[in-house]
């Protein structure tokens, strides 16, 4: 089975731009997570997606938002970005969710100037 | 809120030795816990999760809750060994809850 694919691998924006990642889970995967790792704070959960409905949301401002298709791909959507957005931006995904292991992707590489 | 700490950013041992990577977290309920790889140039993956009970690559770890502790061991140390290691916190199962992930220790095994 082929990985889980993130589109770009990287991006540069300007402050106040908004930035729109993808990620396609492994074929037959229902579940999609988002991770935030940057150096100082590390890897922090974003949100989490099944069938299409968000479960699961993490500590961060409403400019970070998300959505999932029918085909179980995920976007992820940042607004008036800010320089401390600049990270790596990790999509993970899973059979269920519950009790099954995450599948990492490469993550897309977001560089706010 | 549940919080994992790696006390370790860096640790450096010689082939053949044994290696200790601790994991200690603090939640009141029964979390499950995760270690995480990531090689270099590759993406992060699981190595092994406690409830599991499993020798992944010669690694295991033991869940300690009376010391809230999930340290990974493996008693002789390869070169290929030499990755960044993630321990990792679920509170419902799996992750898709969102897993609480530490700061990672580098491991790097010196020939």
């Known amino acids: 089975k082929a990985g889980v694919t993130q589109t770009p691998r990287y991006l540069i924006k300007t402050r106040g731009q908004q930035v729109t990642l993808s990620c396609s889970p492994i074929s037959g995967h229902r579940s999609v997570s988002w991770y935030q790792q940057t150096p100082g704070q590390g890897l922090q959960f974003l949100f989490e997606?099944?069938?299409?409905?968000?479960?699961n949301k993490g500590n961060f401002p409403g400019r970070f938002s998300g959505r999932q298709f029918s085909n179980s791909r995920s976007e992820m959507n940042v607004s008036t970005l800010e320089l401390g957005d600049s990270a790596l931006y990790l999509c993970?995904?899973?059979?269920?969710?519950?009790?099954?292991?995450?599948?990492f992707g490469n993550g897309t590489r977001l560089t706010v100037t | 809120a549940q919080r994992v700490t790696q006390p370790e950013k860096l640790l450096s041992v010689f082939k053949g030795a044994p290696v200790e990577l601790k994991c200690n977290y603090s939640y009141s309920g029964s979390p499950e816990l995760f270690w995480y790889v990531q090689y270099s140039r590759q993406r992060l993956q699981l190595l092994l999760r406690h409830i599991s009970r499993e020798s992944i690559k010669g690694f295991t770890a033991d869940l300690n809750k009376g010391e809230t502790s999930f340290h990974l061991k493996k008693p002789f140390a390869q070169e290929e060994d030499s990755a960044m290691y993630y321990c990792a916190l679920s509170v419902s199962g799996g992750g898709a809850d969102g897993l609480t992930f530490g700061k990672g220790t580098h491991l790097i095994i010196q020939p």
């Open positions: 997606y099944f069938s299409e409905t968000q479960r």
């Open positions: 993970a995904s899973s059979s269920s969710g519950t009790g099954a292991p995450l599948h």
